[in-house]
């Protein structure tokens, strides 16, 4: 089954998803699962990381499709561009 962007409106983390996840494991692990940063957001602020890319388990291509396309409606972002292919669904590299 092949993701599309649209699809990352119900794989998202619900906001007391995320606060949970900062919760138990910090704004720095939080920030880790985000391709960028606003950085004149405050630093413990969701509002300082852009494009997730996952739901704190594992990495959902249709959240990089998301992101990319995002990303290239916005001007303002400190983040690189998201992978252009990204075709697999795994817990990022040194977690587990």
């Not at 959240?63 to 697999?88: D, F, H, N, V």
Request: glycine share 6%.
């Amino acid at each position: 089954m092949r993701d599309n962007r649209d699809d990352w409106s119900e794989h998202q983390p619900s906001a007391a998803e995320e606060n949970e996840f900062i919760e138990q494991h910090g704004w720095t692990e939080y920030g880790r699962w985000h391709l960028g940063v606003d950085d004149d957001a405050d630093e413990q602020t969701k509002s300082r990381y852009k494009f997730p890319y996952g739901d704190f388990k594992k990495v959902h291509r249709c959240a990089i499709l998301a992101a990319e396309s995002r990303a290239g409606q916005t001007t303002t972002t400190t983040s690189s561009s998201p992978p252009r292919k990204c075709t697999a669904c795994s817990t990022p590299s040194g977690r587990s």
